[in-house]
T-cell receptor
Framework: SQQGEEDPQALSIQEGENATMNCSYK?????LQWYRQNSGRGLVHLIL?????REKHSGRLRVTLDTSKKSSSLLITASRAADTASYFC????????????FGQGTTLQVKP | DGGITQSPKYLFRKEGQNVTLSCEQN?????MYWYRQDPGQGLRLIYY???????QKGDIAEGYSVSREKKESFPLTVTSAQKNPTAFYLC??????????????FGPGTRLTVL
């Protein structure tokens, strides 16, 4: 089952601009994670935000979480061509199975 | 170097054949996972294992089988019962199987094509 829905499906921006991706989910969560995938490669973990947190920063990344709206956003500031990739949100639901449910992803293209 | 390795990178299978995808990790992680990714889609969970000698079905386990005889190894067999096996397969691990707060570490993937 797909818990996360991401918006937009594709995003194209110029280098130096900010990129914002959104994720909505359906059920209550323990935490929400964002991953990055370069074409044809495995995923790389970017950031984890717990259900009792509202905002988290890591370098040029800013993640927000609104549990009342069941949504999260990932902001990449001052984007670079190297940020070109697909970005996925993943939710860890109640219980401690360690299972994640992934969204369908946003494909970001940063033009030099 | 610590990490997760998957082999082979590309695999071709004839219809009716079983094939086994390898996943090995030297991170000393308890939990391991297998995902399937179709073009333009997210990841769907096939099987997961929270500890050695134990594994659970994910959302799309039909036509697949796994074993977890060693902590570092979690091979996936794609059987002839899987009707549409062409996909990109990703293996992941996380430190503990009983925590919702672990990030997952991914291997580079195996691309399986049925001829």
């Amino acid at each position: 089952s797909q818990q996360g829905e991401e918006d937009p499906q594709a995003l194209s921006i110029q280098e130096g601009e900010n990129a914002t991706m959104n994720c909505s989910y359906k059920t209550s969560i323990n935490n929400l994670q964002w991953y990055r995938q370069n074409s044809g490669r495995g995923l790389v973990h970017l950031i984890l935000i717990r259900s009792n947190e509202r905002e988290k920063h890591s370098g040029r990344l800013r993640v927000t979480l609104d549990t009342s709206k069941k949504s999260s956003s990932l902001l990449i500031t001052a984007s670079r061509a190297a940020d070109t990739a697909s970005y996925f949100c993943a939710t860890a639901t109640s219980g401690n199975t360690g299972k994640l449910i992934f969204g369908q992803g946003t494909t970001l293209q940063v033009k030099p | 170097d610590g990490g997760i390795t998957q082999s082979p990178k590309y695999l071709f299978r004839k219809e009716g054949q079983n094939v086994t995808l390898s996943c090995e990790q030297n991170l000393n992680h308890d939990a391991m996972y297998w995902y399937r990714q179709d073009p333009g889609q997210g990841l769907r969970l096939i099987y997961y294992s929270q500890i050695v000698n134990d594994f659970q079905k994910g959302d799309i386990a039909e036509g697949y089988s796994v074993s977890r005889e060693k902590k570092e190894s979690f091979p996936l067999t794609v059987t002839s019962a899987q009707k549409n096996p062409t996909a990109f397969y990703l293996c992941a691990s996380s430190p503990t199987g009983g925590s919702a707060y672990n990030e997952q570490f991914f291997g580079p993937g195996t691309r399986l094509t049925v001829l």
